[in-house]
T-cell receptor, first 111, second 115 residues
Framework: GENVEQHPSTLSVQEGDSAVIKCTYS??????FPWYKQELGKGPQLIID?????GEKKDQRIAVTLNKTAKHFSLHITETQPEDSAVYFC??????????FGIGTKLQVIP | KAGVTQTPRYLIKTRGQQVTLSCSPI?????VSWYQQTPGQGLQFLFE???????NKGNFPGRFSGRQFSNSRSEMNVSTLELGDSALYLC??????????????FGEGSRLTVL
């Protein structure tokens, strides 16, 4: 089955700096790659996703890139703000298969 | 539009007992998935239901079971509880199974503590 590896597990950045989280997946059949943000005491919430026919997608300060050949995808957050502090999960899914999540990255933005 | 509702939010059980957790998906959503979240293990997939049928299953022992009702509400049951079952159990609903609608909408979870 699919295996998603995510790193780093923790990340501290100064407010205003950029943050990058990287993931790799194993199943070449995976074609959908969402990113979720989980704030304390809440369930994860989708922040951005990308499909395998697209190499990059951007939404304001958040961008995701996908390299299908290398089976890598990354989340980029620019101009970080304290409210970006949360746990971020990458995930992968192929067709009607289950969504497989990475282990999560705890991002701390220091004011 | 109401979000995904999970009950109970918190519960404490002792080893050997059983527990039932409930999940009400967003109105119109027919797919419900369950995940176990523990520190250091991330989100581990338990099972997915679509139109009352289990469509996918994770690598959990048979003590973990679930079902979905005709109104798309879902329950999961854990029998013979073990200390290691202590976790946050998250339910997520989606409009359809896989396909073009991939977004999962999560509830806030049921936090189970096994003593």
């Amino acid at each position: 089955g699919e295996n998603v590896e995510q790193h780093p597990s923790t990340l501290s950045v100064q407010e205003g700096d950029s943050a990058v989280i990287k993931c790799t997946y194993s199943d070449s059949a995976s074609n959908y790659f969402p990113w979720y943000k989980q704030e304390l005491g809440k369930g994860p919430q989708l922040i951005i996703d990308i499909r395998s026919n697209v190499g990059e997608k951007k939404d304001q300060r958040i961008a995701v890139t996908l390299n299908k050949t290398a089976k890598h995808f990354s989340l980029h957050i620019t101009e970080t703000q304290p409210e970006d502090s949360a746990v971020y999960f990458c995930a992968a899914r192929g067709g009607y298969q289950k969504v497989t999540f990475g282990i999560g990255t705890k991002l701390q933005v220091i004011p | 539009k109401a979000g995904v509702t999970q009950t109970p939010r918190y519960l404490i059980k002792t080893r050997g007992q059983q527990v039932t957790l409930s999940c009400s998906p967003i109105s119109g959503h027919r797919s419900v998935s369950w995940y176990q979240q523990t520190p250091g293990q991330g989100l581990q997939f338990l099972f997915e239901y679509f139109s009352e049928t289990q469509r996918n299953k994770g690598n959990f022992p048979g003590r973990f079971s679930g079902r979905q009702f005709s109104n798309s509400r879902s329950e999961m049951n854990v029998s013979t509880l073990e200390l290691g079952d202590s976790a946050l159990y998250l339910c997520a609903s989606s409009l359809s199974q896989g396909g073009n609608t991939g977004e999962l909408f999560f509830g806030e979870g049921s936090r189970l503590t096994v003593l």
